[in-house]
């Protein structure tokens, strides 16, 4: 006979209505996000997100690896849109000077003037959905939500850019 398994710990009505509100949250924004991006740049939000993360260094440079890191991406998701980019000539790949063996991914200037062109556009949209929607009490609360679900997830803050305020 094998051990009975512990029954699951249902979610209450409250538990789960929050569950499910940010599940829809989750599916809902990215496809915002991307069809605003698309319409107004060109770009998804993936695209946009890995510019963006290479915008905001001094020498728009990074590793393959650190940029799948900082993105959530898998190498491979990253390296087929890196490829895209590249072709596109917003940005470039070369050796990494530190380690000759990896890569890094490096923000052209075209690459820099997509980012600027697409910036106003999204972040106007990242305030109507988000930032306007919540007073500053409410909005502490998001970060402060997130920052401890993150902290499960993301236990090292692997995903969190070197260059952010604390």
Known sequence: MTPASPSPRWLTSEQRLAWLDMVRVLTRLPATLDAQLERDAGLTFFEYHVLSMLSELPDRALRLSR???????SLSRLSNVVKRLEARGLLRREPDPDDGRASRAVLTDE?????EQAAPGHLATVRELVVDALDPAQLGQLHNAHERILGRLDPGSATRPEWLET
């Open 111 to 115: 690459g820099m003037a997509a980012v």
């Open 67 to 73: 940029l799948a890191q900082l993105t959530s991406a």
